[in-house]
């Protein structure tokens, strides 16, 4: 039996929202970044949709990496799960385990602490220093302003609707105290198109503004610990800008999280 396309759906997320984030990991996390920046190798990563094989693979050069669609021509690891929704399960924290074929082992334990490392975005992840909190944030912001722009491309039809009428808008994230978090991302939106990005887009005003006080409120926010009207109550995030605009890309990124955690 086929995957579904909500497995399908949230394969590509991963695949085009979740893995490129690896790079916030490997400049970021001081282990993993000593571990990786030596490395010169492709890893190929996929699973069976029926007998059609769905895949991406990362492309490490000394600290680098380059997630590319598709399967690889000689990958020096593969790891590949029987079902989509096997692949979905693991990468969502729960068990489940590819076949494996690689020519060094040591790259294997590499690349697995790597992939264990996104875990830190699941909801019962809870560091306790202020760089793993950071950390965190981070790689939760800048995952979800590209699923928010994947949701699009992929053509989902609520998201769609959403962005076709909306001229040039930026919906931009940022993390204070910002000279220290370096936490910010965007949205943008134009006409139907999307594009994420990372930093605070310089061109134009934001259409909507979520500032987040303190990393710590932004950690309770992105976990659901509290709603985000709350959040606003509590001193946790304020949005500047259009309000009926931010509760609607809200609730996509609450749609986006479900998903993929």
Same mark, same amino acid.
């Given at each position: ?148 722009? %994947? ?24 993390? +204070? ?17 999307? @594009? ?23 950690? @309770?926010?992105?976990?659901? +610990? ?13 949005? %500047? ?13 609450? %749609? ?6």
């Amino acid at each position: 039996m086929g995957a579904t396309k909500e497995d399908l759906l949230a394969a590509n997320l991963f695949f085009k929202a979740v893995f490129p984030v690896m790079q916030v990991l490997l400049d970021d996390d001081p282990k993993i970044h000593k571990s990786f920046e030596d490395v010169a190798a492709t890893v190929q990563i996929g699973a069976f949709n029926d007998s059609e094989l769905m895949a991406c693979h990362l492309i490490f050069d000394h600290g680098k990496i380059q997630v590319v669609q598709g399967p690889a021509e000689n990958p020096d690891l593969k790891l590949t799960f029987k079902t989509i929704d096997k692949m979905n399960t693991m990468f969502r924290g729960g068990m489940a385990l590819p076949g494996m074929k690689f020519k060094s082992v040591g790259l294997l334990i590499k690349v697995l602490s790597l992939l264990m490392g996104l875990k830190l975005m699941m909801p019962n992840s809870k560091p306790k220093d202020l760089a793993g909190k950071t950390l965190k944030v981070k790689l939760s912001l800048y995952m979800i302003t590209r699923a928010l722009s %994947v949701y699009n491309k992929e053509g989902n039809p609520d998201m769609v609707s959403w962005t076709t009428h909306q001229p040039d808008r930026i919906y931009q994230f940022i993390v +204070e105290p910002y000279e220290e978090t370096k936490v910010a991302c965007y949205l943008r939106v134009k006409a139907g198109k999307t @594009k994420s990005g990372h930093g605070i887009y310089e061109r134009r005003t934001p259409f909507v503004l979520f500032h987040f006080f303190s990393v710590d409120g932004a950690l @309770k926010v992105l976990g659901k +610990e509290v709603a985000f009207v709350e959040g606003v109550e509590k001193h946790c995030v304020e949005t %500047v800008g259009s309000p009926e605009y931010a509760c609607q890309l809200n609730d996509f990124m609450a %749609v986006l999280q479900a998903m993929l955690t």
